[in-house]
Structure formats: C-alpha cells, structure tokens
C-alpha cells in the first residue's frame, strides 16, 4: 500500500496538501481479497484489479475524508457491500464499481455523489428510493448489466433531479425508459433491443443533446417522423437498426449516424427542416448538420441535389 503526497497539487484535485498529509493510497493489482485499513485523512482510494469480494465498513472506518473510491475489477457482490459503508463517507464524491458482481445498485449511497459508476456487474435491479437525496449525481454509468424494462422506471429513478449523462446501453431493454429527468442531457441506450419511440417521448427531456440507439431493432414503422424533432438534439445515432427511412432531422443537428440499416433513398424534400427555397444565403437559418453517415444501406450515389442545398454546412458525408 503506498501512500503520496502531492505538494501544491493532488492528482484529482485542486486543493494545496501539506507534506506531512498523504492524500492517495495506492492498492490497485496487489491480489488483495480484502480491504486493508485505510489511514485518515485519505481523499484518492485505488483498489482496482484486486480479488476483494467484500466492502468493509470497518476497512473504511477512519477513512471519513475519502473523495475518490476505486473498486473496478474486483468480485464485490452485492452482500459484500456491507450496510452503511458508503452511506458513511459524508465526501464521497465519485465512486467507481465497474467489472464486479453486483446484483443491485449498492444502497444506501452518500448524498455527497457525483458520479456512479457500476457498468459490466449483473444488476437487474434498481432498489426504489436508492438516489433519493442524490441531488449532486450528474454521472450514472449501468452499462452491460441485466436491466429489463421493469427495473427502469420513474420509481427506481426517482431522486435523479440533476443527473447529465445516464448509460443505459448493453442491458435487456425492449422499450424507451420511463421516469427520466428533465436534465437529463446524454442518454446511451445502445446494445438493448428497443423496437419503438413513444410519440413525444422526448418532451419530457427538454435538455437532451447527444442521443445513441444504436445497435437496436428500430424500424421505421416503430418510430414517429417527428419524434426527434427537438431543438436540443446535437447528436443522434442509430446506426445498426433496421431503418428504412430517414427520420425528420431537427434544425439544430449537428451529427446523424443512419448508417447500417435498411434506408433505399434520400430526399432534400422528405428530410430538410426548413423548405429550400425559402433558405437564405447567409447561414443563420440553414439547418446546422456538419456530419452525415449513411454507409450499409442501399443507397446510391449521387446524393440528391435537394439534400446538398438543405444541408449546406456539412462537412462529411460517408455513403
């Protein structure tokens, strides 16, 4: 175990250490199976690439100033998070669970959190009122768990007021979420077996600015032409569904991913937000997409003449 010390500038912080306070303990890859004691005054824990299969409240008891935890890549279940461990440690600002064998979302959690990470475990569950109190989480990271569509809902969701970014993608969802916040900006929900999009579904997330689907069984039937038509979009990937036409591209758009599906054609007249003709020369108006990708699906070359005029600012097209 190695303790550091950093002189005017910690690794994960901006706050001035005193030579005589260490603020890091380095554990990671040592083949622990258990936590050592962690001395106080301790803000960065790294424990990650060890065999530790329990989360001790006692390991942790001094430990009350921790900022930082790294547990990723170790064999934590879910009853190895021992109660109070983490409800303790009124700091905790980022806690970081990847590659272990959780069952659950851990509870209870410190109202200190910022950002949850917790992708490749097996948790099939969301305990109801978990991040109740959580209103400091912005970063929530279930990536490639075993979530189905009646463990995410406004229930198990609720107390998520500022989150930004929620990775949903790689679990068994066969339908679009419910019970998202309105803050929600980045939502990933790729990898999961989505077929449709409720009509409005993204007006209750009137923030949302980079959308990925990709890797689902969305068709066009199952998605309403407008359905991203959201001032807020600047992102949106679909790559890898089952597409086969080009949904309404809202004007602010900056990105589109279409490509690996089943899309025959392209029409300026079918896709541009605005009429053309009523386009002005200067830019402010035109619609904003900068990048298109249409490559994998039975669309020729040339690309229409209309799309060009519509779409005057891209950048790159790949077909």
Known sequence: MRNYWHKSKPALGSVAVPPNSPRAVYCD????????????????LYLQNNLIEVLSADALRNATQLRWLNLNRNKVTSEGVEEGVLSTQPNLAHLYMDDNL??????ALPASL???????????????GVFIGLDKLNLLDLQANKLMDDAVTEVSLKGLNNLVQINLAKNQLSSMPIGLPPSTTQLFLDGNN????????????????????????????????????????????????????????????????????NIKSVSGANICPVAV???????????????????????????????????????????
């Open 194 to 261: 989505i077929e449709k999009i409720p009509a409005g579904y993204f007006k209750g997330l009137p923030k949302v600015a980079f959308l990925r689907l990709n890797y689902n069984k969305l068709g066009s039937s199952g998605v309403p032409r407008d359905v991203f038509n959201v001032s807020s979009i600047l992102d949106l990937q679909l790559s890898h569904n089952q597409l086969t036409e080009v949904p309404l591209i809202p004007a602010g758009l900056e990105h589109l991913h279409l490509d690996h599906n």
């Open 29 to 44: 890859n040592k083949g622990l199976k258990s936590i050592p004691k962690i001395p106080p005054h301790t803000w960065y």
């Open 114 to 128: 910022e950002s949850l990470r917790l992708s490749r475990n097996r948790i099939s569950k969301i305990p109801p």
């Open 277 to 319: 003709e009523t386009l002005e020369d200067s830019n402010e108006s035109v619609p904003r997409l900068r990048y298109l990708r249409l490559d994998g699906n039975d669309i020729k070359p040339p690309i229409p003449r209309d799309v060009i005029l519509c779409f005057r600012l891209l950048t790159s097209i790949v077909i």
């Open 102 to 107: 959780l069952s659950s979302v851990p509870s």
